[in-house]
C-alpha cells in the first residue's frame, strides 16, 4: 500500500512547523525523508502516526485516510514507528520490551486472561514464539531476559525497531535509527533495513541524518526545510541539489565535493543529536 500525503499542513502558535508537504511512498519503497535540525522531519512522523492532527491537507495509507484515526488505530491499520529518543521500558527486560506490543494482536479477552483459559495461553505462546523469532533477526535473543537499559546504545536502537516490528506493519517509520552508532553499526543497518523490506514485503521511511545509511539504502529521498519541500529525488540528484547544499551548508554549492560536504555536516548534526538530551520537538 502506498502512503500519501499531500498539501500537509501543521502549526503551532504562529510557527508553519509542516507547510504545504506533499510526497508519496510507494509499496516496498525504502524512502528517505531529510533535512537540517528544525527541518519538520519528526513532526510529520507524529503526523502520519496520528500524534499531532494536521490542519489542512491529507494524509492516506492505502486506501484509509489516517487523519480522523487515533494512534492506535493506525497502528491497527499498518503503521508502526520508532522514536528519535530511545523509549524503552527501563523496568522490563529486553522480550517484556518486545510483548508490550502485542495487544493488538491479541484474541484473548480480559476474561480469558483472568480465567487463564486455553485461548489465553496459545495467545502467550504465539506472542513469545514472535519476540523470539524477532529477537534472533536482531541478534539479541541471547540478552532476552537482561534488563533493555543495560545493552549497548546500538542494541536499544536495533530493540525499538524490533518492538516496532511486532505490529506486523506494512509501513515502518524509522526516526534517527543510526543515531549514536559507529560506521560499522550503521553499515549492519543498511543490511538490516534491506532485508527487512525485502522479507516482510513492507515500506519503510526513514528519517536520518547520517547521509551513509541514507545515500545507501534509500531508493527515493524527500527534503525538508523550514517545514517545507525544498527537494525530491533519488540519491545522486539529492547529494548534488543546490537548495539541499544551501539547506546545510548555508550557501550554494557548485564543488564537485559537494556530496561529501553534505554527508560531512549531516555528520556533525547526528552527532550534536546523539550526545544532546531532548524531548520530541515539534519541528524535528
Not at 7 to 33: C, E, M, Q, W, Y
Not at 143 to 150: G, I
Not at 212 to 224: A, K, T, Y
Request: include cysteine; aromatic fraction near 6%.
Amino acid at each position: 500500500m502506498d502512503l500519501e500525503l499531500k498539501g500537509v499542513v501543521k502549526s503551532f502558535g504562529g510557527l508553519k512547523a509542516v507547510n504545504d508537504v506533499s510526497f508519496r511512498v510507494p509499496d516496498k519503497t525504502i524512502f528517505g525523508l531529510i533535512g537540517p535540525n528544525g527541518a519538520g522531519k519528526t513532526t510529520v512522523f507524529n503526523l502520519i502516526t496520528g500524534v499531532y492532527k494536521h490542519d489542512a491537507g491529507s494524509i492516506r495509507f492505502g486506501t484509509t485516510d489516517l487523519g480522523p484515526l487515533k494512534p492506535a488505530q493506525i497502528a491497527a491499520a499498518g503503521v508502526s514507528r520508532t522514536f528519535q529518543n530511545i523509549r524503552l521500558f527501563a523496568q522490563l527486560t529486553v522480550i517484556e520490551n518486545l510483548l508490550v506490543a502485542c495487544e493488538l494482536q491479541k484474541r484473548a479477552s480480559l476474561v480469558s486472561a483472568l480465567l487463564r483459559t486455553k485461548l489465553y495461553y496459545d495467545d502467550e505462546a504465539s506472542m513469545n514464539a514472535r519476540a523470539m523469532e524477532l529477537l534472533r533477526v536482531f541478534d539479541l535473543e541471547g540478552v532476552a531476559n537482561e534488563p533493555s537499559t543495560s545493552l549497548p546504545y546500538g542494541n536499544q536502537r536495533r530493540l525499538e525497531i524490533a518492538r516496532a516490528m511486532m505490529l506486523s506493519p506494512k509501513l515502518l517509520l524509522l526516526d534517527e535509527p543510526a543515531a549514536g552508532m559507529n560506521y560499522g553499526e550503521a553499515e549492519g543497518l543498511k543490511t538490516q533495513i534491506g532485508w527487512l523490506r525485502d522479507t516482510f514485503q513492507m515500506s519503510v521511511v526513514l528519517v536520518e541524518h547520517n547521509m551513509q545509511v541514507v545515500m545507501g539504502v534509500c531508493e527515493d529521498i524527500h527534503v525538508l526545510d523550514h517545514g517545507e519541500t525544498i527537494a525530491h529525488g533519488d540519491p545522486a540528484a539529492i547529494k548534488v541539489h543546490p537548495k539541499v547544499l544551501a539547506a546545510y551548508l548555508g550557501e550554494e554549492d557548485d564543488d564537485e565535493d559537494a556530496a561529501a560536504a553534505v554527508a560531512a555536516a549531516s555528520s556533525r548534526a547526528a552527532s550534536h543529536d546523539a550526545t544532546t538530551t531532548k524531548g520530541e520537538g515539534h519541528a524535528g
